[in-house]
């Protein structure tokens, strides 16, 4: 059997409910975790655009020639990225019409499909402005001076110092909660609900929850922060300290290990960082699932276990034991 010919058969179970709103589930099948679409077993196949300027909307001429090629060769399920500078473009305007064209831009050539939406909860720029001390701050330096004016992808300058939310601040998590929930609810309704089948929750380097500028910085010194550590050694019966300077943090004692006795504080921040991370996760996956009155894929990009090298220890993405007893893919 060729490719064309096992996708298109591994996707026979989506053409028999057209328009119909659509369901998505992770269930144990053949012996193995299997992808449910409106309750039929289908190959978990994606074609995904990019977030790049140009290429990203799927109504565009470009990327819908693509989408058609794609849906010629069996490919009925589909990821499309939406930022939340997208939908939130001022402090009192937010409007979920460019999630509701993403998706309609599928809808129009493959009826039968369904889509994932990679929803990227990056505070907009005026958000931004708005909130400067709920921003990520660097133990290495200030923020960078960008001097781009050409596009760019929202993701471009990840791994620089620029103005990123701290991801331990709970006024930008209030409102990640809150516009996560109006997408979902919004998306619940014809025609989208023939089509959106999940959520992935995207926020931190790439939208796969590296922290901000990790790769070549050491964040995160801001106020919230600061507060959040402060805390979580408190329910370790632990006294508040400060978050670890850029010297304790490069501190090694064995190669690349640290003495736990030596190096406990950092250690504790890096802990604390990372289940910080996970818990932003599975929080933002649940608002995902408690907004859509049918069952709904939600999860996200994290993990990377053999990459990130001697950073990896700073990246946000190795707390994954907190995800060991959550069923974030099913219902």
């Known amino acids: 059997m060729d490719r064309r010919t096992f996708l298109s058969a591994a996707s026979l179970g989506l053409s028999a409910a057209v328009r119909k709103p659509v369901t998505a589930e992770v269930r144990t099948a053949g012996g193995k975790p299997s992808l449910f679409i409106r309750g039929e077993r289908v190959y978990a196949g994606f074609y995904a655009l990019t977030d790049c300027p140009g290429r990203r909307w799927s109504y565009d001429e470009g990327p819908r020639m693509a989408i058609k090629q794609f849906i010629g060769a069996g490919f009925k399920l589909f990821q499309l990225d ?13 409007s979920i019409e460019p ?7 599928i809808l129009d050539v493959c009826p039968e499909g369904a889509v994932v939406l990679r929803w990227h909860l990056n505070a907009p720029n005026w958000w931004k402005d708005k909130y400067p001390d709920e921003l990520t701050r660097y133990a290495n330096g200030d923020f960078e001076k960008q001097e781009r004016t050409v596009p760019v992808r929202y993701i471009q300058d990840d791994l620089r110092r620029l103005p990123r939310n701290s991801l331990a601040s709970e006024v930008w998590m209030r409102d990640a909660r809150e516009k996560t929930a109006a997408l979902l609810r919004g998306l619940a309704k014809p025609p989208e609900d023939a089509l959106l089948a999940g959520a992935y929750v995207a926020c931190g380097v790439y939208g796969e929850w590296h922290y901000w500028g990790f790769m070549r910085n050491q964040p995160d010194t801001s106020a919230p922060m600061q507060k959040h550590f402060a805390a979580w050694r408190a329910s370790k019966g632990k006294d508040s300290i400060p978050v670890p300077p850029v010297e304790a943090r490069r501190a090694l004692d064995d190669g690349i290990f640290r003495d736990p006795v ?12 990372q289940e ?20 709904i894929l939600a999860g996200t990009f994290y993990g990377y276990f053999f990459r990130c090298s001697t950073v990896r220890r700073r ?5 994954c034991m907190k995800f060991s007893r959550r069923a974030m893919w099913t219902t």
């Open 82 to 94: 939406i930022f939340l500078e997208d939908c939130w473009t001022a402090p009192d305007h937010f």
């Open 99 to 105: 999630a509701r064209k993403q998706l309609r831009g």
């Open 262 to 273: 030596k190096r406990a504080d950092v250690i504790d921040y890096y802990r604390c960082q």
């Open 276 to 295: 910080l991370v996970a818990s932003r996760i599975i929080d933002l996956c649940g608002v995902a699932k408690k907004n859509r009155p049918r069952p």
């Open 315 to 319: 990246t946000g993405i190795c707390a």
